[in-house]
């Protein structure tokens, strides 16, 4: 009997071949049954290729803007051809699954499709993507919208992540903060405190700068400047100059986001104020070819820096010869000294899409490309093994890589992409068991609790540096497989040498550190697991030390109660954002005043600050020269309205420098389910036209609506700031309004009476 033929499209990209899916779908593993997801922009075309080179269904979930979303198809196909090309390429390889498309393009609606995913059984995420840091290099973050949560959700619903690693080794540095003439300002090399880039006209660049600090409460403060370049010196066209003296919305990281009005050079600096050096600082720059001095390593994106290990982070080498890596794949290692790539995927490949007279064969550069041909592969590998969690999919497709030098390293993770070419090794029914691990004396397999005497040698080595990082530290690995959560608890007792235990995801020396503990004599973790597969590392702490040791391990398996369900608040009404800005009614206890301006509601596209809508308002005295302003504004996520609109740290770059400022009792406004608003208040000095002028500013948060508003007086030319007590009433006045129904919160009130420490 010849078995089902793939219905791929006539086009198909050669990395298909290249990573062995033609013998598995030869063999029936088509990616029947098994539910794809493209995250991605840009699916301008997508209708005219279904059926063809393209699936001829698709479930759709499109954003026509930020929270808004439609199921109709054409509502994707805008902003390029990028998504098209992505779900070509992983439908060359699995053209018998069922897709499904969104292009979400703010980091909540990215969490959203997501969700939407989930709800849906998908198995199989890609994500050729990549999104501004969100965390300081460690692969999580704190920010609950961050994509690098939805990496976890995802693989937590039961999918495997598939991402770009990027495609900006050249485009890079990471280094000690380097200052030889203590002048404050970084060396990127030897005399040269300037990193050079070119650019066209209408180039639109994102340089971002992070750095080692705590990322809430950040002390260490670095500025970021980007000059023009001219024969008569540098002179700065934009500049990211956020606070960080250890408040606790302080985070380190910096952003300049320019479009460049002339061609020409440019150079990047990096500025540090105060006595506090980072260790460590890293730079990217998007929107570019090559910095003058970059380092190629460090250079991962974001969410493919994550720590999860259901995601695969994916390297580009090109068709044409598979054993160069590309100039321009991103590498690791990450911050904290993970290996990245996870594994490497051609790129290069044809593609219908992005046929045209200068391309006729239509070939897909980038991350972008190779991540898809990974994701096609897992789809294989899911349907033959319909149980096999995100974790033992990406061990597989690890495992069965082709090694480029010694694996895993952070050119190539675990090497060039491979699925088994053993047809017969294909055939026979699914299985959830993983696959076996090779014969190694280092390895020993688990079957639950035991006591193990062994010893060490230098036949078996830590991947971990040793010290000082002279010589090698010895280890023993141990497997073991959780079919539920399990508390398990390890000792590691040496006979003379000091010990450390490491416990890793996944089967094998080279799975990610899920906990670790020792440095004496005795060694000891514990640790509630959940179903999974784990191996224990046992090491010695110091360089060649060779002994024997015992190792016991206990497992006892945990019922994690199930919650009782906290019934919701009723849903508020919705809050029309004019009512969140100053009305006269609001005024009237302070005077005459006239209205000069009303403006709005505008509603914002995507942007970085991840703002939807804003309403403004201005009321001049008839008396005095005092202005009052006030501004409503909405935002996506209550990370950007805690960040970005009630950060008075962005509100300095509106206008220049601060004076005085305090933020009071702000945490609680941003509690799980909490009706409340929170305040904060500062001193400002500005320039306009050549005049000084002075103003003093309310902000405050409807956290259920996701509103900031924010109060503004305004005195031209006074040697004083407006008292405090005005903005604070109308800010009281606004917030007794939104809050009525519900009353306003006790500590919220008590925000507003401490305003008085700001005069």
């Given at each position: 009997?010849?078995?089902p033929?793939?219905?791929?499209g006539?086009i198909?990209?050669?990395?298909a071949?290249?990573?062995g899916?033609p013998?598995w779908?030869?063999?029936?593993y088509t ?5 794809i997801g493209i ?7 997508f209708?005219?290729?279904m059926?063809?080179?393209?699936p001829a269904t698709?479930?759709a979930r499109c954003?026509e803007?930020?929270?808004m979303?439609t199921?109709n198809l054409s509502?994707c196909?805008?902003?390029g051809q ?8 992983v439908f ?8 499904y498309i969104?292009n979400p393009g703010?980091?909540a609606?990215l ?6 995913m ?7 995420i ?11 290099g460690?692969g999580?973050s704190y920010f609950?919208s961050?994509?690098l949560i939805?990496?976890d959700?995802a693989?937590?619903?039961?999918i495997?992540?598939v991402n ?17 003439d203590g002048d ?6 030897s005399?040269d405190?300037?990193n ?8 639109e ?6 750095w080692s ?10 500025d970021l ?8 010196g540098n002179?700065p ?6 606070n ?7 985070i380190?990281i910096?952003l300049?986001?320019?479009?460049s009005?002339s061609?020409?050079?440019?150079c990047?600096?990096v500025?540090q104020?105060?006595?506090n050096r980072?260790?460590?600082?890293q730079?990217?720059v998007?929107g570019?070819?090559e910095?003058e001095?970059?380092t190629n390593s ?9 720590r999860?290990p ?5 390297g580009?080498t090109r068709?044409?010869?598979?054993s ?5 794949s991103s590498q690791?290692?990450?911050?904290d000294?993970r290996?990245?790539p ?15 007279g200068e391309?006729?064969e239509?070939r897909f550069y980038?991350?972008s490309?190779a991540a ?6 897992a789809?294989?590998?899911k349907?033959?093994?319909p149980?096999?969690?995100p974790v033992?999919i990406a061990?597989?497709l690890k495992s069965?890589?082709e ?7 952070n050119t ?7 699925l088994p070419?053993d047809?017969t090794?294909?055939?026979p029914t699914?299985?959830?068991t ?6 190694d ?7 639950g609790?035991a006591t193990?005497?062994g010893?060490?040698?230098?036949d078996c ?8 990082g002279a010589?090698?530290r010895?280890?023993r ?15 590691l007792e040496?006979?003379?040498?000091t ?10 020396p080279d799975g990610a550190i ?7 004599t005795?060694?000891e973790?514990?640790?509630?697991l959940?179903?999974?597969d784990y191996?224990?590392e046992?090491t010695?702490y110091?360089p060649?030390?060779?002994?024997d040791f015992?190792?016991?391990v ?8 199930t919650?009782?369900p906290?019934?919701p608040?009723?849903?508020?009404p ?8 100053c009305?006269?009614d609001d005024l009237?206890?302070?005077g005459?005043?006239?209205s ?5 509601p505008f ?6 600050n991840g703002i939807?809508?804003?309403y ?13 302003v006030?501004?409503?504004t909405k935002?996506?996520?209550?990370d950007?309205?805690r960040?970005?609109?009630?950060n008075y ?5 509106e206008f220049?420098?601060?004076?005085d ?9 941003f509690a799980?389910?909490q009706?409340a608003?929170?305040?904060l208040?500062?001193?400002v ?11 003093t ?7 259920r609506s996701?509103?900031v508003?924010v109060?503004?007086f305004i005195?031209?030319?006074?040697d004083?700031y407006?008292?405090?007590e005005g903005?604070?009433s109308v800010a009281g006045e606004?917030?007794n309004?939104?809050?009525s129904?519900?009353g306003?919160?006790s500590q ?5 009476d401490?305003a008085?420490?700001?005069k």
């Amino acid at each position: 009997m010849i078995p089902p033929q793939p219905m791929q499209g006539s086009i198909v990209s050669e990395g298909a071949a290249l990573h062995g899916a033609p013998a598995w779908n030869t063999a029936g593993y088509t990616g029947a049954g098994v539910k794809i997801g493209i995250i991605d922009f840009g699916f301008e075309g997508f209708a005219n290729l279904m059926g063809s080179e393209v699936p001829a269904t698709v479930q759709a979930r499109c954003y026509e803007d930020v929270g808004m979303y439609t199921s109709n198809l054409s509502d994707c196909e805008y902003d390029g051809q990028h998504g098209t090309a992505v779900t070509e390429t992983v439908f060359d390889i699995a053209p018998d699954a069922t897709y499904y498309i969104s292009n979400p393009g703010s980091w909540a609606d990215l969490q959203s499709a997501t969700k939407w995913m989930v709800s849906n059984d998908v198995d199989v995420i890609n994500h050729s993507i990549g999104w501004v840091w969100h965390g300081r290099g460690d692969g999580i973050s704190y920010f609950a919208s961050s994509p690098l949560i939805s990496v976890d959700i995802a693989v937590d619903g039961g999918i495997t992540w598939v991402n770009a690693a990027g495609n900006g080794a050249l485009r890079a540095w990471y280094g000690s903060f380097n200052d030889p003439d203590g002048d404050n300002v970084h060396s990127f090399a030897s005399d040269d405190e300037c990193n050079s880039l070119m650019l066209d006209p209408d180039d639109e660049i994102l340089v971002q700068l992070r750095w080692s600090d705590i990322w809430l409460g950040a002390s260490r403060d670095l500025d970021l400047t980007l000059n023009r370049v001219t024969s008569s010196g540098n002179f700065p066209v934009e500049s990211s100059t956020d606070n960080q003296f250890g408040d606790i919305e302080h985070i380190p990281i910096e952003l300049i986001s320019y479009t460049s009005e002339s061609g020409g050079e440019y150079c990047v600096e990096v500025n540090q104020w105060g006595p506090n050096r980072p260790e460590w600082i890293q730079m990217q720059v998007w929107g570019i070819r090559e910095l003058e001095h970059h380092t190629n390593s460090y250079s991962i994106s974001n969410p493919a820096e994550s720590r999860n290990p259901g995601m695969l982070a994916v390297g580009a080498t090109r068709y044409s010869d598979t054993s160069t890596i590309e100039f321009f794949s991103s590498q690791g290692p990450t911050p904290d000294g993970r290996i990245k790539p996870e594994i490497v995927g051609v790129d290069g490949g044809r593609t219908a899409i992005y046929r045209s007279g200068e391309s006729p064969e239509g070939r897909f550069y980038g991350t972008s490309q190779a991540a898809p041909h990974i994701a096609g592969l897992a789809a294989l590998v899911k349907q033959r093994n319909p149980d096999y969690t995100p974790v033992q999919i990406a061990e597989y497709l690890k495992s069965n890589a082709e090694a480029r030098g010694s694996v895993p390293n952070n050119t190539w993770g675990y090497g060039f992409a491979q699925l088994p070419s053993d047809v017969t090794s294909i055939i026979p029914t699914p299985t959830s068991t993983p696959t076996p691990i090779s014969a190694d004396v280092c390895i020993s397999m688990l079957t639950g609790p035991a006591t193990i005497n062994g010893s060490w040698n230098a036949d078996c080595l830590s991947s971990m540096a040793a010290p000082g990082g002279a010589g090698d530290r010895y280890a023993r690995f141990y497997t073991f497989t959780l079919t539920g959560n399990t508390l398990v608890d390890v000792t590691l007792e040496p006979a003379t040498s000091t010990s450390y235990l490491y416990l890793r995801s996944g089967h094998g020396p080279d799975g990610a550190i899920v906990a670790s503990g020792g440095s004496s004599t005795i060694s000891e973790l514990s640790e509630e697991l959940v179903a999974g597969d784990y191996t224990i590392e046992a090491t010695t702490y110091n360089p060649n030390e060779v002994g024997d040791f015992t190792l016991t391990v206990q497992m006892k398996a945990t019922v994690t109660p199930t919650p009782t369900p906290i019934p919701p608040p009723p849903a508020p009404p919705a809050t029309d954002i004019k009512e969140a800005a100053c009305d006269a009614d609001d005024l009237s206890h302070l005077g005459d005043y006239e209205s000069i301006v009303e403006r709005g509601p505008f509603t914002y596209h995507t942007n970085y600050n991840g703002i939807v809508q804003q309403y403004l308002s201005r009321y001049e005295a008839t008396t005095s020269d005092v202005a009052i302003v006030c501004i409503a504004t909405k935002y996506d996520s209550i990370d950007n309205a805690r960040w970005h609109g009630l950060n008075y740290s962005t509100a300095l770059t509106e206008f220049a420098v601060i004076v005085d400022g305090n933020i009071n009792n702000h945490a609680q406004a941003f509690a799980a389910n909490q009706i409340a608003y929170d305040m904060l208040g500062l001193h400002v000095d500005y320039v306009l036209s050549g005049e000084e002028r002075k103003l003093t500013e309310i902000r405050f948060i409807d956290a259920r609506s996701l509103t900031v508003t924010v109060v503004r007086f305004i005195h031209p030319g006074a040697d004083e700031y407006p008292d405090i007590e005005g903005p604070v009433s109308v800010a009281g006045e606004i917030a007794n309004r939104l809050f009525s129904a519900s009353g306003v919160n006790s500590q919220g009130g008590q925000a507003f009476d401490a305003a008085e420490a700001l005069k």
